[in-house]
């Protein structure tokens, strides 16, 4: 009798863990200019947000070698929050936190928010970037999630 029980409980660890993994989808894994690599991720649960004409969404950046801050602080992990302009094709970042350890852990090195929506530089994205591949990602989200 015991065995159903712990087999049961094993498949809701796994079902938890596969739920949390699918709600932070890889946007892929990019190379940096310093050498080392990124790999990113946005937040499809609930870091996604509706704020009138735009969308935000978390984005996690994990790297695989350290980068450094102005301040030459190291870090190896980032938050940031970037807002989504589904229908002008706009991207602006909204605030980030840099963290010492990998996986957002450790001490926060750096960060940074913009306190209203009238602050945000908003751009672009260049064919085939990160924001690129992360507005696909978030715009399509937001049209299912807006009907």
């Known amino acids: 009798m015991r065995a159903p029980t712990v087999s049961l ?6 079902a938890a863990a596969t739920d949390a993994a699918q709600k932070w989808p890889s946007i892929g894994t990019f190379a ?9 991720f946005v937040d499809a649960g609930n870091g996604l947000g509706r704020h009138g004409d735009f969308w935000t969404a978390r984005q996690k950046t994990l790297f695989s070698s350290p980068q450094k801050t102005p301040k030459d602080a190291s870090f190896r992990s980032e938050l940031d929050v970037y807002a989504y302009d589904c229908i002008g094709n706009r991207t602006a970042l ?10 957002l852990a450790g001490s926060v090195v750096d960060k940074m928010e913009h306190s209203s929506p009238s602050d945000y530089e908003w751009t672009t994205p260049t064919s085939g970037s990160v ?6 990602i978030v715009c399509g989200l937001a049209a299912m999630r807006s009907r």
């Open 32 to 40: 940096m200019p310093g050498g080392g690599t990124a790999t990113v």
């Open 131 to 136: 924001l690129e591949a992360a507005r696909k």
């Open 94 to 103: 909204v605030s980030y936190t840099r963290y010492e350890g990998e996986d």
């Open 9 to 14: 409980f094993l498949l809701l660890i796994f």
